[in-house]
Nanobody, 120 residues
Framework: QVQLVESGGGLVQSGGSLRLSCTAS????????MTWYRQSPGKQRELVAS???????TYSESVKGRFTISRDNPKRTAYLQMNSLKPEDTAVYFC??????????????WGQGTQVTVSS
């Protein structure tokens, strides 16, 4: 059974930084794309940043230039470095890994979510 475990959320003042991590445990899953999403109360979940197995990255316009996504393939871990945080970045952040199972079929998993709160 594969699980994604997130860490690194917390409370920070506006202008501060946080680093989120998401690690996949378990076997039988080959990770391709790693993505961070976030969801604020009353809003839909939105894509924040994504990184492919070839380390090609994409970002939402709202975080471009402030957030950096990276990955460590041997550790099956994704990172999200968040700088210059703003109160509007306050949300629950979720990681999502897409890939293939041991049979080569598409598979994906979600993390449990970690709260990020930015105070003004």
């Amino acid at each position: 059974q594969v699980q994604l475990v997130e860490s690194g959320g917390g409370l920070v003042q506006s202008g501060g930084s946080l680093r989120l991590s998401c690690t996949a445990s378990g076997s039988g899953f080959s990770v391709n794309t790693m993505t961070w999403y976030r969801q604020s109360p009353g809003k839909q979940r939105e894509l924040v940043a994504s990184i492919t197995v070839y380390s090609i990255t994409t970002y939402s316009e709202s975080v471009k230039g402030r957030f950096t996504i990276s990955r460590d393939n041997p550790k099956r871990t994704a990172y999200l470095q968040m700088n210059s945080l703003k109160p509007e970045d306050t949300a629950v952040y979720f990681c999502h890994f897409g890939g293939t199972d041991s049979a080569g079929l598409a598979d994906d998993y979600w993390g449990q979510g970690t709260q990020v709160t930015v105070s003004s």
